[in-house]
T-cell receptor, first 114, second 111 residues
């Protein structure tokens, strides 16, 4: 089915390890986003890419980097994982940045840092 | 600043009961308004939206009306089912990069 695909679905890291979360969409959407979801805090925007070739910081970018590899793919990298980065990570995409367009979300990556 | 306030949960209802989940937003600007639903173990799914005052969004028996005078976008359903058990998020969007999510309201529907 068309949509947003995230890999992996689950990951356990040791403090200080690095990893990259992958995200790909096949809907020809221009804008892509990374959110984290923590209990009691809703969703918080980490980084976004309004269009291919651009990336911008969101509300909680510290400790993360992103790459918009092409129009389909937007990856999130943790260079040195910390326990505070234990969370569920969601990738999302939208057709454009216009405010009337909703998001399509991936199914999430549950990350635990020990 | 811009924000959204959503009814705290969990909300527990019996099957076929009437549902209301309250949502209010701050009135700086003229946002588009969205409700998303998250089923256990899944990502958020767009449930419905309204883009201007007095618009009513609807989907799967759920409805919400854009009330500019009260800055509200309350989610309603006349008869809930067990399969509606999920977490519901209100999400106003003010412009291209100001998209807020409420803290979510968990709904439990008992048979």
């Amino acid at each position: 089915n068309a949509g947003v695909t995230q890999t992996p679905k689950f990951q356990v890291l040791k403090t200080g390890q690095s990893m990259t979360l992958q995200c790909a969409q096949d809907m020809n959407h221009n804008s892509m986003y990374w959110y984290r979801q923590d209990p009691g805090m809703g969703l918080r925007l980490i980084y976004y890419s309004a269009s291919e070739g651009t990336t911008d910081k969101g509300e909680v970018p510290n400790g993360y980097n992103v790459s918009r590899l092409n129009k389909r793919e937007f990856s999130l990298r943790l260079e040195s994982a910390a326990p505070s980065q234990t969370s569920v990570y969601f990738c999302a995409s939208r057709m454009t940045q216009g405010e009337t367009y909703g998001y399509t979300f991936g199914s999430g990556t549950r990350l635990t840092v020990v | 600043g811009d924000s959204v306030t959503q009814m705290e949960g969990p909300v527990t209802l019996s099957e076929e009961a009437f549902l209301t989940i309250n949502c209010t937003y701050t009135a700086t600007g003229y946002p588009s308004l969205f409700w998303y639903v998250q089923y256990p173990g899944e990502g958020l799914q767009l449930l419905l939206k309204a883009t201007k005052a007095d618009d009513k969004g609807s989907n799967k028996g759920f409805e919400a009306t854009y009330r500019k005078e009260t800055t509200s976008f309350h989610l309603e359903k006349g008869s809930v089912q067990v399969s509606d058990s999920a977490v519901y998020f209100c999400a106003p969007q003010y412009n291209f990069n100001k998209f807020y999510f409420g803290s979510g309201t968990k709904l439990n529907v008992k048979p």
